[in-house]
């Protein structure tokens, strides 16, 4: 069974600042995908970003970018240039490669607070 | 393109009645998930469907819990004789899975909260 685990519940960062969430995760798969997931206060969840093992080329959207490191299991997610409009819980996610059911696997989940 | 819709948003029932969710995903997606999240914790997989067909459901899925989806379009989620630990956010995410194993977004509702008191 695969596990996600954020162990930070909580963080807060100035407007402008950046900031880093990590997550680990154990899997024997050897192919699978990683996911950030942002959920604003009463709202829906999105997806932020997205990385594929088989990749080495750490996945980059805009001000989000990650450090997949896959020896390590480990899976960050770097914000720069804060805004308040980051303010969410940022949840951590996995899920296999190999087809099926693609059922995510979730983390804990944090909550970043973006102070001006 | 309205994005996936759940209803109602917010549920208060008492111990022991039965209680209904809809979701009604992004049209033409034939894949539809339901998750449930409680208080500090991640989302986590109830059950999914592939068009009309149920293909896999979670141990999380007590038999007082029921999902369909009529016609493949939009799901119902069913808990009968609720119980406090049914408390949670309940929410659907819908996708398009095409031939090949191309990566495919799962895209969330709102979620339905429910409350049993």
């Known amino acids: 069974a695969q596990t996600v685990t954020q162990s930070q519940p909580e963080m807060s960062v100035q407007e402008a600042e950046t900031v880093t969430l990590s997550c680990t995760y154990d899997?024997?798969?050897?192919?699978?995908?990683l996911f950030w997931y942002k959920q604003p206060p009463s709202r829906q969840m999105i997806l932020v970003i997205r990385q594929e093992a088989y990749k080495q080329q750490n996945a980059t959207e805009n001000r989000f970018s990650v450090n997949f490191q896959k020896a390590a299991k480990s899976f960050s997610l770097k914000i720069s240039d804060s805004q308040l409009g980051d303010t969410a819980m940022y949840f951590c996610a996995f899920m296999p490669y190999q087809g099926g059911s693609e059922k995510l696997v979730f983390g804990k989940g944090m909550k970043l607070t973006v102070n001006p | 393109d309205t994005g996936v819709s759940q209803d109602p948003r917010h549920k208060i029932t008492k111990r022991g009645q039965n209680v209904t969710f809809r979701c009604d995903p992004i049209?033409?997606?034939?894949?539809l998930y339901w998750y449930r999240q409680t208080l500090g914790q991640g989302p986590e997989f109830l059950t999914y469907f592939q068009n009309e067909a149920q293909l896999e459901k979670s141990r999380l899925l007590s038999d007082r819990f029921s999902a369909e989806r009529p016609k493949g379009s939009f799901s119902t989620l069913e808990i009968q004789r609720t119980e406090q630990g049914d408390s949670a956010m309940y929410l659907c995410?819908?996708?398009?899975?095409?031939?090949?194993?191309?990566?495919?977004?799962?895209?969330f509702g709102p979620g339905t909260r429910l409350t049993v008191l």
């Open positions: 899997t024997s798969e050897n192919n699978y995908y």
């Open positions: 049209s033409e997606h034939n894949r």
């Open positions: 995410a819908s996708s398009l899975v095409r031939a090949g194993g191309i990566y495919n977004e799962q895209f």
